[in-house]
């Protein structure tokens, strides 16, 4: 197994023993123009140290289908379309959760309820050049304000996998984000791993406050030290 796909494994079943922990929401909902998508004015993580919220596209159509929608809170969340499981259908094509015990109209209401930043998307399918099909991001806010976004996965050449794409681009998810994928080709199966930019890793927190308590240690040794010789 490819550390790639070793690391999406690990990760699907992080995420589906503990989906609720990705939890780095952020409160503001109001952005204009790019910073609708770049939320934090930074660039993603290096690798992902959060829990990804999964989503899987299947299309039994024996042709491609242009323009495909996903997310959308808002607009979605009451669709006629879903199934009694959570999935879903529109036309050919069924929308359906990564993650087990969890269905994809419960993803819809938490990115609704709990909008968060994406600092890393991987792009995952079986199927002959589905990853590299261009993805737009829309979104708007309560004020009206819209913007628009095209990526354009790449494939890294010094990776051996041809069905993986991983894009380091940040934005936001929340209830009026929708993602459009310029074509899902016939028959194809595609995941949409998004990694919250958000999340903090508490083993880094827990060592800094560590060290910060030592040092604290030290210097008050140190002064009480000081007073002591002082007084002699």
């Known amino acids: 197994m490819s550390n790639i796909r070793k690391y999406l494994a690990e990760a699907q079943n992080a995420a589906h023993e503990s989906f609720s922990s990705a939890d780095g929401f952020m409160d503001d909902v109001s952005f204009t123009g790019d910073e609708f998508f770049n939320a934090n004015g930074v660039g993603a993580p290096a690798a992902p140290t959060s829990q990804p919220y999964i989503i899987t596209i299947t299309s039994t159509s024996g042709s491609a289908v242009s323009d495909f929608e996903v997310l959308g809170s808002y607009e979605n969340i009451n669709n006629s379309g879903f199934t009694a499981g959570g999935s879903l259908v529109i036309g050919s094509i069924t929308i359906s959760s990564g ?10 209401y938490q990115f609704m309820q709990n909008p968060f930043s994406v600092g890393l998307t991987y792009i995952q399918s079986a199927t002959s050049n589905q990853v590299l099909e261009t993805l737009t991001l829309n979104t708007r806010d309560a004020n009206g304000n819209s913007a628009s976004k095209a990526l354009v996965p790449t494939i890294d050449p010094y990776q051996q996998q041809s069905d993986i794409v991983a894009m380091k681009y940040p934005y936001r998810i929340d209830g009026f984000t929708k993602i459009t994928l310029r074509q899902v080709l016939a028959n194809a199966t595609v995941k949409l791993y998004f990694y919250p930019s958000d999340n903090i890793n508490l083993l ?11 040092t604290a240690t030290q210097v008050l040794f140190a002064l009480n030290l000081s007073l002591f010789a002082a007084k002699i």
Do not use: D, F, K
């Not at 993650?99 to 993803?107: A, C, H, P, W």
């Not at 880094?204 to 030592?214: P, S």
């Open 99 to 108: 993650i087990s015990n969890i269905t994809y109209r419960e993803m819809l």
């Open 204 to 214: 880094v927190v827990w060592q800094v406050v560590q060290y910060l308590v030592n």
